[in-house]
């Protein structure tokens, strides 16, 4: 092992990675602790630095948490969340396993197709759906937001579900077959437990895709429908406030949560399989 | 048998084919469509319309089609969608957004016949010719105009295509730069990328788990969030700025621009996009044996030509899948420009969304839209070509 990393550079190779790491993570560490700032600053004040506690303040998570603003857009964005998820994660695992079938036919055809709405620029698809969405009244609706974000989170889902197909030994169903279970039961007792943990990270990635997306959301969503990202941008581009540094750490956090549960995930599917 | 599992094999996917049908390719048919096809001139002015495609294209239209004019811009003004023509007209021809809606204004108080004299006295341009041609070409439903002006072109008054003029020609420009930039960030991320993933993924394993999750976290940290890090970052009183007037790098009075231009785009963009380039390369990097290399040193190999030859043909596909992924994506990328980009760190996206929101020339950013799509796709097809779409992964 040592032997071959011992060429030249071992230590350049360090440092450089070093630095990567740095560039990956600092600017995620670095807005935590400027999220409790007590001045209304984007930048460390003289307080903060001598460690002075009354530099440090729970206001701006006060706002966030407690402020009608922020709370209708978290309630907005579990809506839009949840329902395109519940659509995206089922629609995609059904057609996930049509994809896996060995009899599908113009497989590449269609897994193209299906995974289009991931690889299309968001703008684009964004222009698109307010053109035909306005064409049938569904702009400025949480339905014309959780159709959209449901086709975009689709692919996520036939991904994942898919992967978790392709480790699937489909002699389990002949086997339920023969026992005499029907084609839903062995569904739901034999197939999606097994899939369930891909079925599951599937959902995670769309989820988290609606929980960040805001390019749909200005083209489409009316004052009613602001959700998360929305505000953030407002937060950004026209008041800078640390309220939006607040709610950064808890989107850090939720990111945190997200990864987590993905890490458990698949150790289980690791573990399940023989 | 055969044909019973391929007919159930498709009704499954059926249902997520037509969602995807009809949420997705319906509303991306609808953008193209509206690229090249624009009714609304030959709506608001379908008489008049109808009756300039009799005309020869002489000097001047006949009397007919200056009463027609004058009977349906009236209708127009009354209807209240004259504003909406004018904004239309000006897009063919600047200036025509005055003549309309000042000609609508006057015809709504005076006016009599013979028109082909009283227009020309509201409006000196009803005698103009050049007008006349800008109406009948507007009036097409079918419409090249928003295509030409995407790729900084116009159609003249004697129907040739030429240049726009100097100073409004910006979109092939950002084309190239849109390319560029893109090309840019993906040969930054693979230089980043190629070596952070070598060292996670030859790591020893809990090692290598841990800096995974270095990556994975900005991975799956809001894009809204990491952005705003670099606002904080990046501006002029933000923490590098200070930092590096602190250690006396940098006078106080001298602190560096380094957002609100390419040099915010380019930072912030290569920041979010690397771990799109790391993870392909982790995933083909770990299944390469670390013993290969040591038997060609072994063997005699020096250091260099032992990856040369060895290792860097086999994490070719981790190559190509990370560089086109980061391509495409930077390719298509808003939010973080829009942010960080100031006026100088734009791209095409960008342009599009100022179309769709702000000049609402929804035309022009629907061929903008297309352009950008085709490419998109051309860069997907590829993508399936090589790697094979079927075979992609997520996180790790």
């Known amino acids: 092992m040592s032997a071959w990393r011992a060429g030249p550079g071992t230590w350049a190779l360090r440092i450089f990675c070093g630095l990567g790491f740095l560039f990956l993570m600092a600017p995620i560490l670095i807005i935590i602790p400027l999220s409790f700032n007590a001045e209304p600053y984007f930048t460390f004040t003289r307080g903060m630095l001598t460690l002075d506690p009354d530099a440090y303040s729970l206001r701006w998570y006060e706002q966030v948490l407690l402020g009608e603003r922020w709370r209708s857009a978290a309630l907005n964005t579990l809506i839009v969340g949840v329902s395109a998820t519940l659509l995206a994660t089922t629609l995609g695992t059904v057609a996930a396993m049509g994809l896996s079938s060995p009899a599908m036919p113009w497989r590449r055809t269609i897994t193209a197709l299906l995974i289009s709405p991931m690889i299309v620029p968001v703008v684009i698809a964004a222009a698109g759906m307010f053109f035909f969405y306005s064409s049938l009244n569904l702009t400025q609706t949480y339905t014309g937001?959780?159709?959209?974000h449901a086709a975009l989170g689709a692919p996520f889902v036939v991904i994942t579900v898919t992967a978790a197909m392709a480790g699937f030994n489909s002699e389990l169903?002949?086997?339920?077959?023969?026992?005499?279970?029907?084609?839903?039961?062995?569904?739901?007792?034999?197939?999606?437990?097994?899939?369930?943990?891909?079925?599951?990270?599937?959902?995670?990635?769309?989820?988290?895709?609606?929980?960040?997306?805001?390019?749909?959301?200005?083209?489409?969503?009316?004052?009613?429908?602001?959700?998360?990202?929305?505000?953030?941008?407002?937060?950004?581009?026209?008041?800078?406030s640390p309220a939006i540094l607040a709610a950064a750490t808890l989107l850090i956090l939720i990111a945190v949560l997200l990864l987590l549960a993905l890490e458990l995930l698949q150790r289980r599917s690791n573990s399940d399989k023989p | 048998m055969m044909g019973k599992s391929r007919t159930q094999a498709l009704l499954l996917a059926?249902?997520?084919?037509?969602?995807?049908?009809?949420?997705?390719?319906?509303?991306?048919?609808?953008?193209?469509?509206?690229?090249?096809?624009?009714?609304?001139?030959?709506?608001?002015?379908?008489?008049?319309?109808?009756?300039?495609?009799?005309?020869?294209?002489?000097?001047?239209?006949?009397?007919?089609?200056?009463?027609?004019?004058?009977?349906?811009?009236?209708?127009?003004?009354?209807?209240?969608?004259?504003?909406?023509?004018?904004?239309?007209?000006?897009?063919?021809?600047?200036?025509?957004?005055?003549?309309?809606?000042?000609?609508?204004?006057?015809?709504?108080?005076?006016?009599?016949?013979?028109?082909?004299?009283?227009l020309p006295r509201m409006n000196k341009a009803w005698g103009d010719?050049?007008?006349?041609?800008?109406?009948?070409?507007?009036?097409?439903?079918?419409?090249?105009?928003?295509?030409?002006?995407?790729?900084?072109?116009?159609?003249?008054?004697?129907?040739?295509?030429?240049?726009?003029?100097?100073?409004?020609?910006?979109?092939?420009?950002?084309?190239?730069?849109?390319?560029?930039?893109?090309?840019?960030?993906?040969?930054?991320?693979?230089?980043?990328?190629?070596?952070?993933?070598?060292?996670?993924?030859?790591?020893?394993?809990?090692?290598?788990?841990?800096?995974?999750?270095?990556?994975?976290?900005?991975?799956?940290?809001?894009?809204?969030?990491?952005?705003?890090?670099?606002?904080?970052?990046?501006?002029q009183q933000g923490v590098l700025n200070s930092l590096l007037t602190w250690a006396g790098i940098v006078a106080d009075d001298q602190r560096l621009t380094l957002m609100h231009n390419?040099?915010?785009?380019?930072?912030?963009?290569?920041?979010?996009?690397?771990?799109?380039?790391?993870?392909?390369?982790?995933?083909?990097?770990?299944?390469?044996?670390?013993?290969?290399?040591?038997?060609?040193?072994?063997?005699?190999?020096r250091w260099p030509r032992a990856f040369r030859r060895v290792y860097l043909p086999q994490s070719m596909p981790g190559v190509g899948a990370g560089c086109l992924l980061v391509f495409i994506l930077a390719m298509g990328y808003y939010i973080t420009p829009a942010l960080v980009g100031g006026q100088s760190g734009q791209l095409i996206s960008n342009f599009i969304a100022y179309h769709m929101q702000t000049s609402l020339n929804w035309g022009l950013a629907a061929a903008l839209g297309s352009i950008l799509f085709v490419a998109v796709l051309m860069l997907f097809l590829l993508y399936d070509r090589v790697l094979g779409l079927d075979r992609m992964r997520l996180g790790s």
């Not at chain 2, 005309?55 to 009354?78: F, H, I, S």
């Not at chain 2, 190239?176 to 993906?186: E, N, P």
């Open chain 2, 262 to 301: 390419m040099t915010g785009t380019f930072v912030a963009m290569t920041h979010v996009l690397l771990p799109f380039m790391v993870l392909p390369l982790y995933s083909v990097m770990s299944g390469i044996q670390p013993v290969q290399m040591q038997a060609a040193s072994s063997l005699g190999a």
């Open chain 2, 129 to 235: 010719p050049e007008v006349w041609h800008a109406l009948a070409q507007a009036g097409r439903r079918v419409t090249p105009t928003y295509y030409l002006n995407a790729l900084d072109l116009r159609m003249d008054a004697d129907r040739g295509v030429t240049q726009q003029p100097e100073a409004k020609r910006i979109y092939r420009a950002l084309f190239v730069k849109t390319i560029g930039v893109s090309l840019a960030i993906t040969l930054l991320c693979l230089g980043i990328g190629y070596p952070l993933a070598w060292f996670i993924a030859h790591s020893p394993p809990r090692r290598g788990r841990l800096l995974l999750v270095l990556v994975l976290l900005p991975f799956w940290t809001s894009l809204l969030v990491r952005t705003t890090s670099w606002i904080v970052l990046l501006q």
């Open chain 1, 145 to 148: 937001l959780i159709l959209s």
């Open chain 1, 173 to 240: 169903l002949l086997a339920a077959a023969s026992l005499g279970a029907g084609p839903v039961r062995t569904f739901f007792k034999v197939q999606l437990p097994i899939l369930s943990p891909g079925v599951v990270s599937g959902g995670l990635f769309a989820f988290a895709f609606s929980l960040d997306e805001v390019v749909v959301v200005l083209f489409m969503a009316g004052l009613e429908q602001r959700t998360i990202p929305r505000e953030m941008w407002a937060g950004i581009r026209e008041e800078i």
């Open chain 2, 14 to 118: 059926l249902p997520l084919v037509a969602f995807i049908g009809i949420t997705f390719v319906a509303p991306l048919g609808s953008m193209v469509l509206r690229s090249f096809h624009d009714p609304l001139v030959a709506e608001i002015l379908p008489k008049t319309v109808a009756a300039l495609g009799e005309w020869d294209g002489g000097a001047l239209p006949p009397e007919g089609v200056y009463a027609l004019l004058a009977e349906e811009l009236k209708q127009a003004r009354a209807d209240r969608t004259i504003g909406r023509l004018a904004t239309r007209l000006n897009r063919q021809a600047s200036g025509l957004r005055s003549v309309v809606s000042g000609t609508g204004r006057r015809l709504a108080r005076q006016g009599a016949p013979p028109w082909a004299e009283a």
